[in-house]
Structure formats: C-alpha cells, structure tokens
C-alpha cells in the first residue's frame, strides 16, 4: 500500500468510468471492485487514488479550451459593461472548479426584487452532468426573472446540503432558509412510503401524512406533539429519514416558516419552469462553447 506501489490499471480505470457514467457512488464502487478481487486490499490502489483518479480526469476535461474560452467570454462581458460580474472558484491546484456570473439586467433584479429567491441545480447542462445553477424570482408582475447563474463543476450530492445550509446565513444574513416542499415530499415518497400504510388512508400514505405537518398545523407544540404520536401510530421511531427531516423542521414545517413572506412561494416550481424554458436552447449534447 506504499504510494510507490499503488497503481490503477487501465481495465480499472475502464471500470471506475462505468461505475461514474451509471451514477454508482464512489464508496459502492470501490466496495464492488474489491469484492471482484477478493478484497479491498487486493485492488492495487485505495479509496483516496480512485477519488484523485476522478478528480484529475474532470481537471482534463477543463483544459484550456474549455475554461480559457470561457474566462475570455467573462472578460469580453465586463469590458462591454463593467456591471458585468462573475467569480471563478479555484482548488488548492488552481483548477476550476464552479463558475458564478451575473450581468447588470440580473444584478438591478436582484436589488428590486431578491427578497424571495429560490435555488435549484437539478438543471444538468450536458452529458458531463455538470450543474446549472439558477438563482430565480419574481418581479412586480409576478414574471420570472433571473438573479444569477453558476456552473457546478464540483458539486457533490453528500456534501452539498450542508454547505448550502452553513454558507446562506453568511452570504444571506437575516432570511429564512427554506426546503422545496415538492422536492421533500419525493424524498417522502422514495424514503418512508413503504411503512405509512393505513386502511383508512387508502392509498395516500407519507403524502396524507406530511402535508398535514407542512400546510395545517400552526403551533409548535402541536407540531412535535402530532409528530410524536405519528412515529408512534406507525412505529417508526427508528426511521433515520424521519429523524433527519424532523431535524430541519424549521425549513419546511408550517408554524416555523408561516410567518417568514415567501412570495406564495413554497417550492423551486419557478426554477423548475426555467429549466424547462432553457431546454428549447441548451441540450445535454451541447459542450461549453
């Protein structure tokens, strides 16, 4: 296991792609290639190489070409408008990782109307999955208009959420960080369907049961007062997608964001209609340029 040693053939490599491309997590890959050969320690290399492995190969693919023509386009923007604003994150190699702009038309919006602003990154710009990141609102005329935008070249499903809950209250000090309702309630579904079955609900189940949490209780007594009953009813205590999303609670249960305006807002709808106004001119075969 000396570095010295430690090597990722060219058929491993192969399989490290495949399991990327088939959206198989890092740590499932590395569990499945090490079972192939009889052991974790039979593989020839570790955890920390097939991560480097993968980090390098998507530093490749922000080859000069790429990320100078883009840096260029910036520049090019900011000459013709100094408004013009974008932001380049960079790793400790000095390699691009995430990309921020937002044009002057974006930044007199965002003065006018940011007091509501929904974030969503469910928008995969091409067939290298990156995200498009879209700070979205509504003006006077309830019209969407667009706050910024961002290329995600090193956003990560684990780490993502938490980064996003620590980093709002720097950069957006005094708001109310909200959960998309529609996005918790498929969670709700893919996570904790199965064991809210209930005759007399037929076939509501999860969805009867937290939308009553998300839209009619106001007091925060009652909230963990029905909670409680409701891990009792379907015992469910030990449920761990229970416990995380009663951890938040405060981002989505009614009698803590009923007071905070919202604009009529409760999910990243608004994000979700310009995503499907971006598909009739950005499909997933276009590269950067």
């Known amino acids: 296991?000396?570095?010295?040693?430690?090597?990722?053939?060219?058929?491993?490599?192969?399989?490290?792609?495949?399991?990327?491309?088939?959206?198989?997590?890092?740590?499932?890959?590395?569990?499945?290639?090490?079972?192939?050969?009889?052991?974790?320690?039979?593989?020839?290399?570790?955890?920390?190489?097939?991560?480097?492995?993968?980090?390098?190969?998507?530093?490749n693919s922000l080859a000069y070409g790429e990320a100078g023509s883009i840096l260029q386009y910036f520049r090019d923007k900011s000459l013709e408008n100094p408004s013009f604003f974008y932001s380049v994150q960079l790793d400790?190699?000095?390699?691009?990782?995430?990309?921020?702009?937002?044009?002057?038309q974006m930044i007199m919006d965002y003065g006018q109307f940011g007091d509501v602003v929904t974030f969503d990154t469910t928008y995969k710009l091409n067939s290298a999955h990156r995200p498009f990141a879209s700070f979205v609102g509504f003006?006077?005329?309830?019209?969407?208009?667009?706050?910024?935008?961002?290329?995600?070249?090193?956003?990560?499903?684990?780490?993502?959420?938490?980064?996003?809950?620590?980093?709002?209250?720097i950069v957006m000090p005094n708001t109310t960080h909200r959960l998309c309702t529609w996005h918790l309630m498929q969670n709700a579904l893919r996570y904790a369907n199965s064991i809210f079955k209930d005759k007399a609900m037929k076939d509501k189940g999860m969805k009867s049961v937290l939308s009553t949490f998300m839209y009619d209780i106001e007091d925060e007594e009652e909230f963990t007062l029905k909670w409680e009953e409701m891990l009792d009813k379907y015992e469910v205590r030990d449920n761990h997608w229970l416990k995380l999303t009663f951890g938040v609670k405060e981002k989505w249960g009614w009698p803590y964001v009923r007071n905070a305006w919202g604009a009529g807002?409760?999910?990243?709808?608004l994000s979700e209609s310009f995503n499907a106004f971006l598909k009739d001119f950005i499909q997933s075969d276009h590269n950067l340029m």
């Open 1 to 59: 296991m000396l570095r010295s040693q430690r090597k990722i053939s060219a058929s491993q490599e192969t399989e490290i792609d495949l399991a990327e491309k088939s959206g198989i997590r890092l740590n499932a890959a590395f569990e499945l290639m090490g079972n192939e050969v009889g052991g974790r320690e039979s593989l020839g290399f570790t955890k920390l190489d097939q991560k480097n492995y993968l980090r390098t190969k998507r530093q």
């Open 92 to 104: 400790n190699e000095e390699q691009i990782t995430n990309i921020f702009w937002a044009d002057a």
């Open 139 to 169: 003006n006077h005329h309830r019209e969407t208009v667009i706050f910024g935008a961002a290329l995600m070249y090193d956003e990560t499903a684990d780490s993502f959420d938490s980064a996003m809950a620590k980093a709002i209250p």
């Open 265 to 269: 807002m409760s999910s990243t709808q």
